[in-house]
């Protein structure tokens, strides 16, 4: 017990989260604020336009499973599949942070549960 206590408190100080959540534990939360989700209509929102200029897969690109660049700003993204990047969607407070922010851009307003739920169904597929 205090080896855990210990090396969580060593990880955290040296800026290192301790991650516990996995791609399934996210998708469960959405879920349970939802219903079931639907990896067709994630891939179908993922690849629309939804009256602003941008979709997901302008930055991310369909598929999603490698390295792409901002649209904008031109920084590196990381692969957006949890099956080619095993860092992604192991985060709660990142996933929703990020889901905030490009729902913003691509929406214009936050994505429902239903929403994140059916995307990162999807994403969990793509290999």
């Not at 994630?42 to 009256?51: I, R």
């Not at 214009?108 to 169904?121: F, I, M, P, S, Y």
Request: proline content about 5%; aromatic content about 8%; some cysteine.
């Amino acid at each position: 017990m205090f080896w855990k206590l210990f090396s969580g408190s060593v990880l955290m100080s040296l800026g290192l989260a301790v991650l516990g959540a996995t791609p399934s534990d996210l998708l469960k939360t959405y879920e349970s604020q939802s219903g079931k989700a639907s990896p067709t209509r994630g891939e179908q929102f993922f690849n629309a336009k939804h009256g602003k200029e941008w979709s997901c897969a302008s930055c991310h690109e369909n598929p999603p499973n490698h390295d792409t660049k901002h649209i904008v700003t031109g920084k590196v993204i990381k692969p957006l599949s949890p099956n080619a990047n095993s860092m992604r969607f192991t985060d709660e407070a990142k996933a929703d942070k990020w889901f905030k922010r490009n729902c913003n851009d691509v929406l214009g307003r936050d994505c429902t549960a239903q929403e994140k739920a059916d995307v990162l169904a999807w994403l969990m597929t793509v290999k």
